[in-house]
C-alpha cells in the first residue's frame, strides 16, 4: 500500500504537467514560427555553416546478363558519408572545404561459358574538396532556398578484387587510385527550426580525371588512366544532409 501511495505521489505531478501542456497546447495551438526569427538571415556575409551529409545504396541481382558473363546473383552495398564546412565572404555565396568518405561492397557468383565463378569486391576513397556555393532564397523570411553548388576535388582510394574459381583457383588484385574531378550540385535548403536546417543535392555534371595503379597477385603489375564525363541524373542517389548555420 506504501508503495503504490509512493508512485501515484511521483506520478501525479508528470501527469498533471502533461494535462496543462495538452491543454495549453490546443488552446494556444503549435506555432512553429516561435522557434524561428523574423530578423534571422542565415545566408548573410560573415556567418558560417557546418553540413554532414550522407548517401546510402544497395541493390540485389538474380540471373542477370551482362556483357561476357551472366550474373547468378549479385548484391551491391555502398555508403556516403561527407563533413562539409563554409564561410559566407558575401550575402547568399558560401566558400569552403568537404571531406567525403566512401565505401563500396560487391559480392556476386558468375557463370561463363559454364564456369562457375564468385567475384567480390571491397574499395575505400577519400577526397578533399573545396567548394563555392551560391544561394538563391525563397520568400522573405529565407526558410527555404535553392542552391548550387561547384566543387572542385582531389581524392585517394584503395580496392581488392578477389575471384574464386575453385579453392586451389583463387586471383587477387589490388589497386591503388589518385584521382581529380569538377561537379556541380544543384540543391534546396529547408530551415526546420533557426539555425538547423535539412538539405537535399543531387550531381548533376561531374568531370573526372583518374590514375589507377594495380597489383595482380604480387606479381604482375598495371597502370590505367582514365577519363569521365557524366551528364547522368540518379534521382535514387540523392545526398541528404543535416546542416547548422551560424
Known sequence: ?????????LIAP???CAQS???RSKNAGLDWTDYYDEDFRPF????????LSFNLSSSEIENQPFLFQNAIERDEFSYNLTLTGGYFFQDYSNIGLKFQSSYREVTGTF?????????ELAENNYQIAPYLRTYIPLGRRQRFALFNEVVLGVGFGRSLYRQTKTADDITK???????FGLGLSPGIVAFA???????ISIDLIGVTLSVEESERDEEESGRRV?????????????????????
Open 1 to 9: 500500500m506504501r508503495v503504490t501511495s509512493l508512485l501515484l505521489f
Open 193 to 199: 527550426v533557426e539555425k538547423f536546417a535539412f538539405e
Open 173 to 179: 588484385t589490388y589497386t591503388k587510385s589518385v584521382g
Open 21 to 23: 501542456d495538452t491543454i
Open 111 to 119: 557463370d561463363s561459358s559454364g564456369d562457375t565463378t564468385l567475384q
Open 44 to 51: 548573410s556575409k560573415g556567418g558560417g555553416l557546418i553540413v
Open 14 to 16: 508528470v501527469f498533471v
Open 226 to 246: 582514365q577519363s569521365d564525363i557524366d551528364f547522368q541524373i540518379n534521382l535514387l542517389s540523392l545526398d541528404f544532409g543535416l546542416a547548422y548555420y551560424f
